[in-house]
């Protein structure tokens, strides 16, 4: 349940409220998108109508490697938070709004630079420098190394606390740090509210 100093961004509500909700998404994932479409226009309105004091959120960055350009698309959103935290949802919404352009189809015949030239549009669509964004994801040139780029250590604790809690595929949902495998991309807004309200 804690949240690296670096992952502010990726908070909704206050460190101070009893209750966490950590939710495991990749932005390639139609199921992920449905979630956190959900959470964004409902769920997170009505806890902070109803119980902000009670409720915090961390959205879990979950790389599915099976989907070619999942690293890629978690990678400029670290680097956007990087630049500036405030903006990391406002880049998540964008992004999971088009992730079909960063479907396995969608990036078939597109290279590496190609697809982090896109995320950097993108982000600038939502006032962060996409020149900065390209600065934070490119590989650089010269003898190959394989050394990652500047979001690389942070990509690598995300994945690391999914491995280590256990997770598999997006969504997955923990609440106050125990997975609640019953929590799915389908429900509504009333069962939300009932879970939530069980629990206070």
């Not at 909704?12 to 964004?40: N, W």
């Not at 919404?93 to 290279?111: G, N, P």
């Not at 979001?151 to 999914?162: E, F, Q, S």
Request: aromatic share 10%; hydrophobic share 40%.
């Amino acid at each position: 349940m804690a949240l690296a100093p670096q992952f502010i961004g990726h908070r909704m509500g206050s460190a101070l409220a009893p209750h966490t909700i950590e939710v495991y998404l990749d932005y390639v994932c139609p199921f992920s998108a449905k979630m956190y479409k959900k959470i964004r226009e409902d769920v997170w309105p009505y806890i902070e109508q109803n119980h902000s004091d009670k409720f915090q959120l961390i959205f879990r960055q979950q790389v599915q490697p099976w989907h070619a350009s999942s690293t890629t698309v978690h990678e400029a959103a670290l680097a956007v938070e990087k630049i500036d935290s405030r903006k990391f949802f406002d880049f998540s919404d964008a992004l999971f709004a088009v992730q079909k352009d960063y479907f396995d189809e969608a990036v078939e015949s597109k290279t590496r630079r190609q697809v982090i030239q896109s995320l950097a549009n993108l982000a600038e669509k939502v006032g962060v420098s996409g020149e900065k964004v390209l600065e934070y994801l490119s590989n650089g040139t010269g003898e190959p190394k394989n050394s990652g780029n500047k979001v690389t250590a942070d990509l690598k604790l995300c994945v690391r606390i999914g491995r280590q809690n256990g997770v598999h595929a997006s969504p997955t949902v923990l609440y106050n740090g125990i997975r609640d495998d019953s929590i799915s991309s389908g429900w509504e807004l009333n069962q939300w509210q009932e879970f939530l309200n069980s629990k206070l």
